[in-house]
């Protein structure tokens, strides 16, 4: 984390190339420009260091009147866009600053830490050689007994700049963590193994001896040489060597891609040049950052999910609203073909009236004009008001069951 005022950061943009500025703030060049253009600052253009490295003349643009306010650039700040990370970092920042000179921020106490460090004292070592704790009430440690006063003194540091904050450590199911901004972030304090050359043992010598020397029996019973076999010896090892380290959990920014986003860095380490005692701050602001990122990630996941859910419902009210006008569109045309029938048998009727004149009608017509008179009726009686009622009523059409 760093502060600076607008001249500072501009005099370092035209000191610099952006590519080297940008690592020594831990950004991409992009997120150094998109800062730099936030706050209205000139950058060199294109070329201007490879002419300037020749001789040739350049340019400098001056400095446009600006805020004189301080400008906070956040390691990986390029991660994030969000106000609401920037205001969090911001109250971080000032708290930091507020009580670095503090002794109780060195010296915390805390139940879930005194605890810890309690079981780190007194637990032995494991096969790989490193004292491991965890569990509700513990930090998540994992160290060799060499590292155990050093990882103590750390983790005291974090607790005191993480508490001064405004964090606190809570029990969790599997290991303690930290609790900010109304969300909670994971973490452990380990010992990292680094990679080292591998010096062949006496024991991976003398196994390389015995199968050269079976090999050269071999061939002179056979003939042949064989590489089958040969003991493997491995050029590179992982060896414990004190080298300290936070762990945060992998916290990803899906507030704008649900399946995309950057990995926050979760990941504070003991360097060649630099000890991680150093990093303290930058590690209370990414529990912060994550702790926020973590928040928004799931008012994003709230908003998408009520947007999909928004989206199935229409589409099933779609689906409805269109088989429910099938069904009508059914319902009507039935209708229509009784309505039809209808005027077909009143029709037919009144060619048979017609065609007799009034006389008496032999007596396979004269049933054959029942008939359809009583099916004429029927219909008339189905294509009536309280008939279409009726029949609506048993379609479950144009009523409060459609709904």
């Not at 529990?287 to 928004?310: F, G, S, Y």
Request: hydrophobic share 40%.
């Amino acid at each position: 984390m760093a502060t600076l005022t607008r001249r500072e950061l501009y005099d370092r943009v035209w000191t610099n190339p952006m590519t080297k500025l940008a690592k020594q703030f831990g950004l991409s060049d992009v997120a150094l420009h998109k800062i730099c253009r936030k706050h209205d600052i000139p950058t060199p253009p294109q070329g201007y260091w490879a002419k300037k490295e020749f001789g040739k003349s350049v340019t400098v643009t001056p400095l446009p009147h600006g805020g004189s306010g301080s400008i906070i650039i956040h390691e990986r700040a390029g991660a994030q866009d969000h106000p609401a990370v920037t205001e969090v970092l911001g109250r971080v920042h000032d708290a930091l600053q507020q009580h670095s000179g503090h002794d109780d921020v060195r010296k915390p106490r805390d139940a879930i830490l005194e605890a810890s460090l309690t079981r780190l004292s007194k637990d032995k070592q494991g096969k790989d050689g490193l004292v491991r704790i965890d569990g509700e009430g513990l930090v998540s440690i994992a160290v060799r007994p060499e590292s155990a006063e050093r990882a103590a003194m750390l983790l005291s540091a974090l607790v005191g700049a993480a508490t001064g904050a405004g964090m606190h450590l809570e029990r969790g199911a599997n290991a303690a963590r930290w609790a900010a901004e109304g969300e909670h972030v994971d973490f452990s304090l380990q010992e990292l193994a680094d990679r080292v050359e591998h010096t062949p043992t006496a024991q991976e010598l003398r196994a390389v001896d015995k199968w050269e020397a079976d090999r050269q029996a071999s061939f002179k019973r056979t003939g042949y040489l064989s590489e089958w076999g040969r003991p493997y010896i491995p050029k590179w090892e992982e060896r414990y060597q004190g080298r300290l380290g936070f762990i945060l959990e992998e916290v990803r920014d899906r507030t704008q891609h649900e399946y995309g986003g950057l990995t926050l860095r979760g990941k504070f380490a003991d360097t060649k040049v630099r000890d991680v005692a150093k990093a303290i701050p930058q590690v209370v602001a990414a529990l912060a950052t994550m702790a926020v990122i973590k928040r928004e990630n799931a008012a994003a996941d709230a908003a998408r999910k009520a947007a999909r859910e928004e989206i199935e419902r229409r589409r099933r009210e779609a689906e409805r609203l269109a088989a429910l006008e099938k069904k009508r569109e059914e319902g009507l045309t039935a209708l229509l073909d009784v309505q039809a029938r209808r005027a077909e048998l009143t029709g037919l009727l009144a060619d048979l009236d017609r065609w007799t004149g009034g006389a008496v009608l032999p007596p396979r017509l004269g049933r054959l004009r029942q008939w359809l008179e009583a099916r004429r009726e029927r219909l008339v009686a189905a294509t009536s008001s309280d008939g279409i009622e009726a029949w609506l009523a048993q379609c479950h059409l144009f009523g409060d069951e459609e709904d």
